[in-house]
Each structure stands twice: as structure tokens, then as C-alpha cells.
């Protein structure tokens, strides 16, 4: 009976010191990092931030279903959402939140929470695939929509709404409309396409024009901060000879105040010799407006740039970043683009009028009158690549308003963020 006595006891104390061992492995594998972020060299404001986290985060920090991530100063008053996601050759792990004021010399630390909740909230970002196409909607409502079948020879983003589900864009040729203007038909909401490549035209939709369609979709993601999604797109010329593929990186995420930012990153590849952007003014990135942002149509809208330049004297300059605001249903609602640090020729040059059309074109210097004929022409080489990268800023209000200069600032030169276990 002693020897069975020892062994029970002997046995409860071996499950005592195997429940305190897995207790102790599992908090030591709750242990999240603190993530520190500094404003160098800015005020911040809405700042859009993402810090990269060791490869190990993969292995310890499995989040289920219902779980959610948030960061948390340590005396527990400030919350911020966070999304954890994967980028790169080795899927490492970043995490990004949206820092909403942080002033000039500031540093602000937070850990890293996680909860679980029985019923999450549906993500504030949803991106969902819509047959051929995919939808990103804010909450419950719609945002755009990235269609790849409605136009004759491009992809595109269309519509674009404002938080009240306004368009942004313009709606014709999309949709029948005897209220809008009917000029240039190949301005469909948003585009990335140029006029001259290695001598074709994918610009308009002309007969005997290039084409670029939608191929695949990758990597669709939601969450709290940011939804997301890759495209690969084909160029083809008028007799279907692949010229080209380009990869888009695009994201989108919902500001505290009710704005808007879409990322947009393209990345084009020759898939046969060399690949040569002709300079022209018919390119490149570019957004057609709703007509009463537009300031040749007399209805309250304008444009700004970085540079300072206004309305009709914006076209064909070099800036930053340009703005184009106006009313919108009796509300005041803009769109500026920013052009990323790093793109080739930054900063570039903008095919931006008055009456409407919104686009940056690095390729356009001759016909912008900065050079002579051909100064715009870029080669891409066979196995080379061109990456440029945009984002776009829907806001509310006018520049000032929207602060849109000091939002550049934030995507040109971000707070530093770090994390450490």
C-alpha cells in the first residue's frame, strides 16, 4: 500500500511539474514584442506605419480566427489597431497600425496585445473576389471595385466613393450618364497604362491600340488597418504578342477620420527584348475626376500642387504631389496623389488638366516642353524591371484642410518604428 501510496504521489507531482512547464512554455510564447515609434524629423498626423518583425514571429505568434492584435501604451490609455502580414522573398512578418498624432521629436511606445473575441467584428478593410474582379469595401459599405472585364482594353478601379458612396470618379463611359461631360472615353476611373510603348498605344482605346488585361489575382487579404491584394497583368500588342507582364501591389486603408489612402506599386517586366516608354504626354497613372472637381467646368473645384502651382498652371510641371478638390453633393471632397521618393525622375511630371483628366507621366518631358524630342524615352532591358510606386490620398475638405502636404511628408519620410521582444 506505501509503494502505491508513493507512486500516486510520485505521479501527481510529475503532473504538477509538466503543468507548470507547459504554463510556463505558453507565456513565454504570449510574450510579444514592444514596438517603439519616433518622429524624427515631422509632426505626424494619421501616419501610416509598418515595422518589420523577426522571421521566428511566424512560429510564435499563430493567431486563430477570433483572435485580434492591438497595441497598447503601458499605462494602458491609448489603443490602436494593428494588422499583422507578410511581404517579401522570405514572407517576413511586418505589423502596421495608423499613428494618429505624434508631434516633432516625440517617441511613443507600445506593447503588443492579443485578444479573442467570440464574435470579432468584421474587418474594416474587406477585400472579396466578385468574379472576375475584386471589391474593397470600408465596413459595410463599397469603396471600389478593381474591374477587369468592363473596359476594352484595360483593368481599372471603378467606381471610386466617397464615405457617403458619392463617386469620386466620373462616371461615363461606365455608366450612361446625360449629366456629365462625354469627352475622352478612355478615362475610366482609375488606370496605369502609357501612349507609346516600343511604338504602341495603350492609352486610348483606338483601333489598332495595345492591350493589358488581368491574368491572376494573389494573395487577398482583410483586416483592421489595411485590405489588399496582388494583380499580374499582361501587355499585349495589337496582334496579341505578349510585350510585357507587370505585378500591382495594391492596399487600401481607412484612416481614424474617415479618409482613405490607396497604395499602388507596379512593377513591369519585358517578357521579349527590350521595353521602351516613349515620351509622351498620354500616360501615365492616371484618374478622371468627377466634373465638379474639375476647374475648367466653373463648379468650385481646383487643383494644387506641391510646388505651389494652381488650376490650368499644374499641367505638365513637376511636383511632389497634386491635389484635386471640389464639392461633391454639398460636401467638400478631394484626391491627391503622391509620388514616392524613390520613383525613376522623382519628382515627376504631371499630365494633370483642368477639365478633369489627373495622371503622373515620368515618360512626358518633350511634350511638357522640358526637353527635346525623346529626353522622356526610358529603356527597360530584357530581365530588367521598372517599380514605381503611388499612393492616393481621399479625403475630406481642401488641401489645407486634409493637411495634405504634411500627409506626404508621412508617406515620403515615415516615423522610424522598431520592435524588440
Known sequence: MRAKGRGVRWFL???LLLSVSLAARAQAREALPTVTV????H???NAIVTVALPLSTQHRLTLGPADRLYLETSDGKERRSCQLGYTGEYYRPQLSFVEPDLAQGATRTYRLRREHASHPDQPEVRVTPRGPDMEVSIGSALFTRYTTHSGPNKPFFYPILTPDGSPITRRWPMEATTDESHDHPHHRGLWFTHGNINGIDFWSEEKGTGKTENLAFRRPVSGPVYGGFEAETAWRAP??????TDRRWIRVYALPNGDRVLDFTIQIQPTEGLVVFGDTKEGTFGL???DTLAPARKQGGHIETSTGNKDGAAWGKAAEWVDYWGPIHGQTYGVAIFDHPGNLRHPQTWHARDYGLFAVNPFGLHDFGLGPE???DYTVPQGGHLTLRYRLLFHRGD???AQVAQQ???YADPPQAEARW
Open 288 to 290: 478622371r475626376v468627377a
Open 13 to 15: 507531482c510529475t503532473l
Open 43 to 45: 509632426a505626424y498626423h
Open 38 to 41: 519616433r518622429a524624427l524629423h
Open 408 to 410: 506626404y511628408a508621412a
Open 399 to 401: 488641401t489645407a484642410a
Open 374 to 376: 525623346g529626353a522622356g
Open 239 to 244: 496582334d496579341g504578342k505578349l510585350i510585357a
